[in-house]
């Protein structure tokens, strides 16, 4: 792996003209919120005399320069340097609107690159979901709805902050920003060494999200498969982002494995489960040479005994080679299975029945029931099971809140429900939930009124 490290003020990250930071589809929406806002006005407003601030690291992914604009894509720093944008593009038309050209020419050269003979273009391309709407605040529009609040929620802030600042201290803290805030650029040329250099930095310190570690394996690893593969993977990653815009990724990711799986996950092991099972069932894996790792990896799954008590076993997870499937399968079944959970959680279907009960869901809180739900949907059940299925799930699950029956054992009896054939899943449905119901008489008659079985 070859690392070319540069220590860079923010003028000097910033002033190549023919530079253009990209921050591709794949990448998370933009997250910072007040705490992270104000902590870097404070760090900057706060450096004394000759003193430095080290704002971070970014790694970016390079190609050799071109007499033209020259992209860099931003595997990591995407946020720190997007909300150094917006505080510059706030100071810029401070200083605009105040009739200080001569610091808002200096300011807008940082925030602009410019090929030769060519129109100039933003230094910050936002080439995700919220480009659109990061083009707009930029320009100044108020929007009443944001797609992504928290995009617009720093522009808001940033605004209001310079506004209350004098035009000299404006100046002064623009300096700072410019000159004494430091950035470590790791420049690396290959897209498996980046995603594996950006694993090592976010390792230490301040802990990854699993679907971030998710995220930068999978795209790490397609890297290593072949240039289709890696574009493959960035513009399904893109499509799976939009249609869990809204949901839970972590919650997502677990219930996708634990479908797969048929069997209950638990947040500490969505990883290694995802891992193992891309390493084990994508045909292309077979090439790298690490994929023995993920062979034979033991893991403990909590079952239950035989008076009801949650346990830890250890059990090795065979290799089900009758599975294994292409790269592009699986990022269809990944992507598709998102699309469906994205439509379960927002209770948004098309079909008017369904959604009504899956707002009912919600509302109780039955999450434990998203992955067994999707994973019916993904394999092709019919509108008129799935919306008895809805109903059934409903009355089960108010009736074992109500009880305040274990919810461990609702994830558990879910999962290996994922199993069930989606053509005609009623018979293994009713039977599992008349098992699974409370032991309450009255109930169980009514449940089996509903549902045609005999209690």
């Excluded at 000299?168 to 470590?184: G, P, R, S």
Aim: with cysteine.
């Amino acid at each position: 792996m070859k690392i070319t490290p540069t220590s860079l003020t923010i003028t000097q990250l910033l002033s190549s003209v023919n530079e253009q930071y990209v921050i591709p589809a794949y990448q998370r929406r933009y997250s910072w919120q007040d705490k992270q806002l104000w902590e870097l006005i404070d760090d900057i407003r706060l450096i004394e005399g000759a003193d430095t601030h080290l704002l971070g690291s970014i790694v970016c992914l390079t190609e050799s320069h071109t007499a033209g604009i020259n992209k860099l894509e931003l595997v990591d720093g995407q946020q720190r340097l997007t909300t150094v944008s917006i505080l510059l593009q706030c100071i810029h038309d401070r200083f605009k609107i105040k009739g200080e050209e001569e610091e808002a020419q200096d300011t807008a050269r940082l925030l602009r690159a410019k090929a030769q003979d060519a129109s100039p273009v933003r230094k910050m391309a936002l080439d995700s979901i919220d480009s659109g709407e990061f083009d707009q605040l930029t320009q100044g529009t108020k929007l009443d709805r944001p797609a992504n609040p928290n995009l617009s929620h720093a522009f808001n802030v940033f605004r209001k902050w310079v506004e209350g600042q004098k035009i000299q201290d404006l100046k002064k803290i623009l300096y700072k920003l410019t000159n004494q805030a430091i950035v470590i650029r790791l420049d690396v040329t290959q897209a498996k060494d980046a995603f594996k250099l950006f694993e090592t930095i976010n390792n230490r310190g301040l802990r990854l999200s699993p679907v971030d570690i998710i995220k930068n394996f999978l795209l790490g690893n397609t890297a290593r498969f072949n240039a289709n593969a890696l574009a493959l993977a960035r513009a399904r990653w893109a499509e799976l982002i939009k249609h869990l815009d809204g949901a839970n990724f972590e919650t997502f990711f677990r219930q996708f494995i634990s479908a797969r799986l048929k069997r209950r996950i638990t947040v500490s092991y969505v990883i290694s489960n995802f891992k193992m099972e891309f390493m084990q069932q994508v045909i292309e894996a077979a090439q790298l040479p690490d994929r023995h790792w993920y062979l034979k990896e033991e893991e403990p799954i909590e079952e239950t005994d035989d008076v009801g008590e949650i346990r830890n076993i250890r059990k090795s997870e065979p290799i089900r080679d009758a599975n294994r499937m292409s790269f592009a399968e699986f990022m269809d079944q990944l992507v598709s299975s998102a699309k469906i959970y994205g439509q379960i959680v927002r209770g948004r279907t098309g079909n008017t029945q369904c959604d009504r009960h899956l707002r009912n869901l919600r509302m109780i809180k039955s999450v434990q029931t998203y992955g067994f739900l999707m994973q019916l949907r993904v394999k092709g059940c019919c509108d008129a099971h799935f919306h008895k299925i809805l109903q059934l799930t409903e009355t089960l699950l108010l009736r074992r809140h109500v009880c305040r029956q274990r919810s461990n054992e609702n994830e558990t009896a879910f999962a290996r429900l994922c199993g069930v054939d989606s053509k005609n899943p009623l018979p293994a449905v009713i039977e599992t939930y008349r098992e699974f119901c409370p032991s309450d008489k009255r109930f169980k008659e009514e449940f089996a009124s509903t549902s045609g079985f005999v209690a």
